[in-house]
């Protein structure tokens, strides 16, 4: 099992910054991935970010490209996500998933994750 801790939400202003930790605990040693994903309100969870554990490939949804960066620090089991100019639109749940193996699953979908955090909410003012 691993149990993941996301922290560092808030409320901030459009143009604004935001950093994003989670904490992953357990059986990290397992790990293949780390993502980020989010669910605004009426709306379906969809895909943010990835970082793969070992090698640092990482992957972005177009709408974050540019604006967002995932990063890992493996001998703090964290992972991060740094996001710059923040817009309304980037309001949602945050959610950090962990993924234990690569399957047949594509890494942006849901099902390609094991475990999930709790969540942090992110409200950007416009």
């Known amino acids: 099992q691993v149990q993941l801790v996301e922290s560092g939400g808030g409320l901030v202003q459009a143009g604004g910054s935001l950093r994003l930790s989670c904490a992953a605990s357990?059986?990290?040693?397992?790990?293949?991935?780390m993502g980020w994903f989010r669910q605004a309100p009426g709306k379906e969870r969809e895909f943010v970010a990835v970082?793969?554990?070992?090698?640092?490939?990482?992957n972005y949804a177009d709408a974050v490209k540019g604006r967002f960066t995932i990063s890992r620090d493996n001998p703090k089991n964290t992972v991060y996500l740094q996001m710059n100019s923040l817009k309304a639109e980037d309001t949602a749940v945050y959610y950090c998933a962990s993924r234990a193996y690569s399957g047949t699953y594509y890494y942006n979908s849901q099902l390609a994750y094991h475990y999930w955090g709790q969540g942090t909410q992110v409200t950007v003012s416009s």
């Open positions: 970082i793969t554990w070992s090698g640092s490939n990482t």
């Open positions: 357990g059986r990290t040693f397992s790990t293949y991935a």
